[in-house]
DNA sequence: CCCTTGTTGATACATTTGTATCAGCAAACT
DNA sequence: AGTTTGCTGATACAAATGTATCAACAAGGG
């Protein structure tokens, strides 16, 4: 049986192509077509993998969900063994906000699947939904550990950090992709507000 | 000269279809027809009105802002005379945030446009950047007037505080919309977070 | 050599959508 | 009464789009 090419790495081409397109003008312009210009294939391509746009788009979000999970996982891994929670939690903040084209990219393309998920809840899937609940709850998981060894501030409930840092590093970089504000900047505001949130002395 | 009905009303109750219709279904739903029908009005009225369907949706967004900006105004004024900062700040919060059906129609409304505006900047014009933007400061106003009196905890900058509050506003607003959380859940996330920046003594 | 698999091309087609046109009707102000 | 204004209806039309169909070709494994 032949099998001259890739099934995975096809689906990952085109849905690349698609999360492209999604960055650079918007979800509203994603049509089959451009998708198969875009990924430099044939419009038929696209409908031989991925057999309707529904499943396109599905594809495509699952495809951003993995790849920031194996973002994240590298960078944190490159911590070294052991490191600090605060150095964790930024590290990740770090890696997602939007600072360079890629990350920027990833930003857009996950409020625009958001807001999509807003209305139409069915094409925007658990696992979209999941993804951010997932790293939620890792960042609760570290403020916790923090927490344990006394790290934090008195008073400080682990998953009410969690929320709220994760809800400022969205909403900041919203406003960051607009242009209202520098990442340096929102970034620095995040760091003002961790500084509140550990305890200061300690190292 | 005969004039019957009112343009700016008329206006108001086309848009205002316009928004319900982002708000139930998406930006990416609303059609000329749709508006017109949804307003109960024929096509041919809402091209009389707004030409094209650029200016359409420009109108929404300016008429949502300055909608927004009404309530607001009454909210705050309905304190009564002389409140204390934090009561105002707690007020605007909890006025945008989306609890009930107007607040999260708002919500939704504002993400949409926020994302559109994030690949189209020509279609999301200076006045609906202006209004997040206006709503910032007013806040950090606030802060600042609180920091005057002596009413935040030490090392904060009235200016981050807003940046973060209003951030953590928006990404907090998107997960409720989204179910991921309550709308009380996330109150109480800042309400946690702005014990924290102000002072607690005093009253 | 042959057959399966990956891929393209050329269309086709019904729908939707923004925009435009022309005629006409009802109401109200002068 | 007449004229202006607000509004509707019926259509028209080109462009875009999701989906489907049929033929064909290249390449690699058995």
Known sequence: MPK???HEQRRAQITDALLRIVAATGLHSVTMRAVAQEAGVSLRLVQYYFQTKERLLLAAVEHVGTRLADRLATRVRGLGEDPGHREVI???VGEVFPTDADSRMLHIVYTSY???AMTSPELAGERFLGDPDALERYVAGRFQAAADAGELADGTDPRAEAAALMGMYGG?????VLGQRTAADAL???GHHLDRVFRPRRT
Not at 172 to 176: A, E, K
């Open 4 to 6: 001259l090419a890739d």
């Open 188 to 190: 620095a505001v995040i």
């Open 172 to 176: 900041l970089g919203t406003s960051v």
């Open 90 to 92: 930024e590290t990740i």
């Open 114 to 116: 958001a807001v999509l």
